[in-house]
């Protein structure tokens, strides 16, 4: 199983993003999927959960701003970034709670992460 992330890029405060991440694999079954960020010199932050049924949560700093979906057929979730400030500058990881073909518990994938810098 493998979670692809990308979208990410250089882009101009105020501007807007929009990363997707596609699972691939022999997947039997997706949970909750979302997307952390790390900054440089910062420890990892939740950004945005979906679970499979669509409900959402987000970190207190981006509610209003991001919005998180997903696709369950296509085994994808994105993130769009409205608004973008330098502070949002980081590292985005995809993660995913799956369950493999054949397997019986979720586990916890990552993503290899995707740069976004806003900056002008």
């Known amino acids: 199983v493998q979670l692809q992330a990308s979208g990410g890029g250089l882009v101009q405060p105020g501007g807007s993003l929009r990363l997707s991440c596609a699972a691939s694999g022999s997947i039997f079954s997706i949970n909750d999927m979302g997307w952390y960020r790390q900054a440089p010199g910062k420890e990892r932050e939740l950004v945005a959960g979906?679970?499979?049924?669509?409900?959402?949560n987000y970190a207190d700093s981006m509610k209003g701003r991001f919005t998180v979906s997903r696709d369950n057929a296509k085994n994808t979730t994105f993130l769009q970034m409205n608004s973008l400030k330098p502070e949002d500058t980081a590292v985005y990881y995809c993660?995913?709670?799956?369950?493999?073909?054949?397997?019986?518990?979720?586990?916890?994938?990552w993503g290899q992460g995707t740069l976004v810098t806003v900056s002008s």
């Open positions: 979906i679970n499979r049924g669509g409900r959402t």
């Open positions: 993660n995913a709670a799956i369950v493999v073909d054949g397997g019986v518990y979720f586990n916890e994938y």
